[in-house]
């Protein structure tokens, strides 16, 4: 079975070094990370991931505006992508009805159990 190919956009290297980590070493992933959200329209059209891990708030490019040029590229328009977000506590998901302008997201910090079960959920 071939891997499944994940981008992760986040300006957070630490962050994002410990996701990559801990999803390659399930064996089930190949794994992506752009640290700055310009950058994330053409690594998403080089890699062409199954999901993109997106984070809102970044200080070059939001991730509300990033997700606005994914859904406007015809290549790049159906990728499935979660926003990954510490501006939304995990208490208020009800509230949200765990989704970001109609997008899923997961609440920072988040747990390598419950990155492994958004991508189950949301993977094309």
Known sequence: MAK???????????????IKLNLELTGKYDVKVENKGRD???????????????DIIMPDM???????????????RDIPVVFLTAIVGKSDRGDLGNAISDRPFLAKPVTASELMECIVNNIR
Do not use: H
């Open 40 to 54: 994330a329209l053409a690594a998403a059209r080089q890699l062409r991931p199954d999901l993109i891990f997106l």
């Open 62 to 76: 939001d991730g509300g505006a990033v997700l606005f040029n994914l859904r406007n590229d015809r290549e790049t």
């Open 4 to 18: 499944r190919k994940i981008l992760i956009v986040d300006d957070e290297k630490d962050f994002t070094d410990m």
